[in-house]
């Protein structure tokens, strides 16, 4: 198979990160108004629930078929046969989970209309090819039916959700985007893969396999998805878990810009050059994401910490004020994960250190578990995200500590220190900013417009060497500027 372009799949998965940036910007603020912070809450902790049995469901299978997708794609024999047998693993796990999922939705009165709505999370995960696109970077597969997806899902929500008992409606909405775009996602697949023996396949190998990317992706999900079980369960409080909810999709747009564009293309890229032992140039790739993602993730890191509390009620609407200290709380996630990802993204899973990694998100876990017993029943959703920035950091020390020369805390340290210092003069600035007796929307103009320019004249002051760089790109690409460098 031809060797795909770098810049073009970045490209892409970058545009497809802004549009689910874009998408909730435009339906957040609608239906946080138009539900309320508890119907957000109660949507929050049943699609936690319903994350449980996605996982199982899907095992590790995207980050282990990426991978093994990536060492074969040159060999359609092999990559055929595969996919096919990942792929019917995937089937196999699907159906045990959707059987365990009919079972608890019965007996689970409260919440059962909108557990049986989100029963397309899991049937998606059986449709979920993504991996086998990744493997072979063909992103453009992945991209445009889910682009247009999620388009019209916004448009399904402004006509279809009117009032607090059209949740179930919003639920569905949402899981059967999920769905729908996995389908679609197989009409590419004939271009890639052949008829095989189906009598030849073997998913007992692959089955161990998965187990090994699972066991980190669960012990993930303890600080994903376990705070808001333990935020309703604890609180019995479905506000609470709004409050946190709508916090946490500020932090996940913010990821997909900071890291997951990025790591995604770069996860397949590097398998394949570990597979060729192409070692100093990972080193050269893993170090220039690390200037990105601390570029990226500083700037944003201190911005949210100084629009929040202009931001959170103009955005939002009324009654989500606890949301303003929340993002504050957990702000400093975005670089903290940001590093830990691009880690574990770009050197853990490609060099087949899976197991490895595992531990340390496993102590993470433990950490954020242990604490949020101990903060909830006191801080309520507050103690929930002190606990994350805590377990997050755990694991991204452990993370740099055991990455065998590929990244260390001197390195990380010389291309971060500069990019703190213009955060925190960013960060003054707009809080000065906040303080103008301006309208909302004007203020919130201003905050971002002039907290980016002050962020990017400190880093050209200290001499960042990846403003630079990233400046001499652009101008590369302005007409009459060609040539042009500072």
């Given at each position: 198979?031809?060797?795909?372009s770098l810049?073009?799949?970045?490209?892409?998965?970058?545009?497809y990160?802004?549009?689910?940036?874009?998408?909730?910007?435009?339906t957040?603020p609608?239906?946080?108004?138009?539900?309320?912070?508890?119907?957000?809450?109660?949507y929050?902790?049943?699609?936690s629930?319903?994350?449980?049995?996605?996982?199982?469901?899907?095992l590790?299978t995207?980050?282990?078929?990426?991978?093994?997708?990536?060492?074969v794609?040159n060999?359609?024999?092999?990559?055929?046969?595969?996919?096919?047998?990942?792929?019917l693993?995937?089937?196999?796990?699907?159906?045990?989970?959707?059987v365990?999922?009919?079972?608890f939705?019965?007996l689970?009165?409260?919440y059962?209309?909108y557990?049986?709505?989100?029963?397309?999370?899991?049937?998606?995960?059986m449709?979920?090819v993504?991996?086998f696109?990744?493997?072979?970077e063909?992103?453009?597969?992945?991209?445009g039916?889910?682009?247009?997806?999620?388009?019209?899902?916004?448009?399904a929500?402004?006509?279809?959700?009117k009032?607090?008992?059209?949740?179930?409606m919003?639920?569905?909405?949402?899981?059967?985007q999920n769905?729908a775009?996995?389908v679609g996602?197989?009409?590419?697949?004939?271009k890639?893969i052949?008829?095989?023996?189906?009598?030849q396949?073997?998913?007992?190998?692959?089955?161990?396999?998965?187990l090994?990317?699972f066991?980190?992706?669960i012990a993930?999900?303890?600080?994903?998805?376990l705070?808001k079980?333990l935020?309703?369960v604890?609180?019995r409080?479905?506000?609470?878990?709004?409050?946190?909810?709508?916090?946490?999709?500020?932090l996940?747009?913010?990821?997909?810009?900071?890291?997951?564009?990025?790591n995604?293309?770069?996860?397949?890229?590097?398998?394949?050059?570990?597979?060729n032992?192409?070692?100093?140039?990972?080193?050269e790739?893993?170090?220039?994401?690390t200037?990105?993602?601390?570029?990226?993730?500083?700037?944003?890191?201190?911005?949210l910490?100084g629009?929040?509390?202009?931001?959170?009620?103009w955005f939002?609407?009324?009654?989500?004020?606890?949301t303003?200290?929340?993002?504050?709380?957990?702000s400093?996630?975005?670089?903290?994960?940001?590093?830990?990802?691009?880690?574990?993204?770009?050197y853990y899973?490609?060099?087949?250190?899976?197991?490895?990694?595992?531990?340390?998100?496993?102590?993470?876990?433990?950490?954020?578990?242990c604490?949020?017993?101990?903060?909830i029943?006191?801080l309520k959703?507050y103690g929930?995200?002190i606990a994350?920035?805590?377990?997050e950091?755990?694991?991204?020390?452990?993370?740099?500590a055991?990455?065998q020369?590929?990244m260390?805390?001197?390195?990380?340290?010389?291309?971060?220190?500069?990019?703190?210092v213009?955060?925190?003069?960013m960060?003054?600035v707009?809080l000065?900013?906040a303080?103008l007796?301006?309208?909302?929307?004007?203020?919130?103009?201003?905050?971002?417009?002039?907290?980016?320019s002050?962020?990017?004249m400190?880093l050209?002051v200290l001499?960042?060497?990846?403003?630079?760089?990233?400046?001499?790109?652009?101008?590369?690409?302005?007409?009459?500027?060609?040539?042009?460098?500072?």
């Open positions: 198979m031809a060797q795909v810049k073009k799949n970045i490209a892409l998965s970058t545009f990160q802004v549009l689910k940036i874009v998408m909730p910007f435009i957040a609608y239906i946080s108004r138009v539900l309320g912070p508890s119907n957000v809450g109660i929050s902790y049943t699609y629930i319903n994350t449980y049995f996605t996982l199982f469901a899907a590790g995207v980050t282990y078929g990426t991978r093994e997708i990536a060492r794609r060999d359609k024999a092999k990559l055929s046969r595969l996919f096919f047998e990942i792929e693993l995937s089937v196999l796990t699907t159906t045990a989970c959707l365990a999922w009919g079972i939705a019965v689970n009165t409260t059962r209309g557990y049986f709505a989100l029963t397309f999370n899991l049937l998606a995960v449709f979920d993504s991996w696109y990744a493997g072979i063909q992103f453009q597969y992945t991209v039916w889910n682009s247009l997806l999620r388009i019209l899902s916004v448009i929500m402004f006509m279809f959700v009032s607090p008992d059209d949740l179930w919003y639920i569905f909405i949402v899981a059967f769905f775009g996995n996602m197989w009409m590419g697949l004939r890639f052949h008829k095989v023996d189906f009598r396949l073997h998913i007992g190998h692959h089955f161990h396999e998965t090994v990317y066991i980190p992706t993930t999900s303890i600080y994903n998805v705070d079980t935020i309703g604890i609180t409080s479905t506000a609470e878990n709004g409050y946190y909810e709508q916090a946490n999709k500020i996940d747009m913010t990821k997909a810009v900071t890291f997951v564009a990025l995604s293309v770069m996860r397949s890229r590097i398998s394949y050059m570990f597979a032992e192409q070692y100093e140039e990972i080193k790739r893993i170090k220039l994401s200037n990105y993602v601390t570029f990226m993730g500083f700037g944003i890191c201190f911005g910490m629009i929040a509390d202009t931001f959170v009620p939002f609407g009324s009654g989500y004020e606890r303003i200290t929340l993002l504050k709380i957990m400093p996630v975005v670089v903290i994960i940001g590093l830990s990802n691009c880690l574990g993204s770009q899973t490609p060099s087949g250190r899976r197991k490895e990694s595992a531990k340390y998100i496993i102590m993470g876990s433990v950490i954020n578990f604490l949020n017993m101990l903060m029943p006191y959703s929930a995200a994350t920035v805590i377990a950091l755990a694991i991204t020390i452990a993370y740099i055991h990455s020369g590929y260390n805390f001197k390195t990380v340290a010389a291309i971060a220190w500069r990019k703190l213009a955060g925190i003069v960060l003054a707009v000065l900013v303080k007796p301006v309208i909302t929307i004007l203020k919130i103009i201003l905050e971002v417009g002039l907290g980016f002050v962020y990017c400190m050209f001499g960042d060497a990846f403003i630079r760089v990233a400046t001499n790109f652009v101008l590369r690409h302005i007409p009459g500027l060609k040539g042009f460098q500072i």
